[in-house]
């Protein structure tokens, strides 16, 4: 018997697999018409629904969708490494807890900021998994378990949702780009799993998540809002149609939460100054903090996003100043007008104790293998 036929056979019997299978196959030097190789058009192929959920039916200290609606200030909680490049799990918890301490209502674990785009999944998940054991129920924990991959999206939320995190933070896939309709069905795959935050950000993926996609999928139970970093026209849209917003730009979330409906942001600047960032959300219309806070966001954003926050954070000593790569700190001169606006601001508003210094470049740590 040919290998090929040996191998068939070891998994199933010729005659049984191949009357099943999408491809069929013939005996070599048959002459038979109906024993060619045939291909059956893959939508023919398709089975719905052959993906079994990895879902328990235990009752879950869960989060509602609603629950999730009404956060205001979410923090994109930065994670700190060790000199090896490992996660340093006691700064992070530091990191947690005066997020909490100073009004924060929820964190996003892995996000852009987080750097779950240098985690391997493993990591990721047992970040995730940690915050909600050591502050599940302090703070919401949002975890970022979105892919331009279907597949890993799926996998990624199921994990995220069986190690207790409250709600799951999603983007479209970038790079390999897909149609409208693909986004709303990648959408779709992840949205039964538990309270979903859907990203918007252009500059980052390459492509707009138009509203007729975001309505398309907003009557799903499970669809808490979008992170929206299109600009203020695009909140009023959703919020004159019921769609909770969150603004995803630091120095635009004072006019999207008080002039355009926004409920809240996922705030960068908050990893630095969470008080303050909680006060301009939920005190009224704050011009004056709005424009005092300005040059510092404008300094966070002058690169692009995590290297200014983490740069920040080792410079006010909470953090190690050690960096994964490809980031790399600020330089000297940054550093230098981060320390004015520490200053300008009050240091006694930014987290942690100790005096905010420059930094030489020789105290960073650049880790490449991690």
Known sequence: MPAVY???SAFKSYNSWGKDSVFQFVRPNSTSPHNSARWIAPSAAIIPNFHLPMRS??????????????????????????????????????????????????VIVGGTTG?????????????????????????????????????????????????????ALHI????????????????????PMGPTIVYNVPSRTGQDIPPRVIHSIAGSANFAGVKECVGHDRVSEYTKNGVTVWSGNDDECHDSKWDHGATGVISVTSNLVPGLMRELLSQGKNP??????????KWLFGEPNPIGVNTALAQLGVIRPIFRLPYVPLPLA????????????GRENFIGEKDVQVLEDDDFVLVGRY
């Open 288 to 297: 004056s903090l709005n424009k005092k806070l300005l040059p510092l966001m």
């Open 57 to 106: 039916y235990e009752v879950k200290n869960r989060t509602s969708t609603d629950d999730i609606k009404s956060l205001r200030l979410i923090t994109a909680i930065k994670t700190p490494y060790l000199p090896d490049g490992r996660f340093d799990l006691e700064a992070y918890d530091d990191l947690v807890n005066m997020q909490i301490e100073d009004g924060a209502d929820g």
């Open 115 to 167: 750097e779950g785009q240098l985690m391997s999944w493993d990591e990721h998940i047992m970040l995730i998994g940690h915050t909600i054991n050591c502050f599940g129920t302090s703070i919401k924990v949002i975890g970022n378990t979105g892919s331009n991959s279907t597949r890993e999206a799926v996998h990624a939320t199921e994990q995220g949702f069986a190690v207790g995190m409250h709600a």
């Open 6 to 8: 040996q191998q068939i």
């Open 172 to 191: 479209n896939p970038y790079y390999g780009k897909t149609s409208l309709e693909g986004m709303v069905a990648h959408f779709q795959c992840v949205l």
């Open 334 to 345: 940054k550093r230098v007008e981060f320390v004015k606006i520490v200053n300008e601001i």
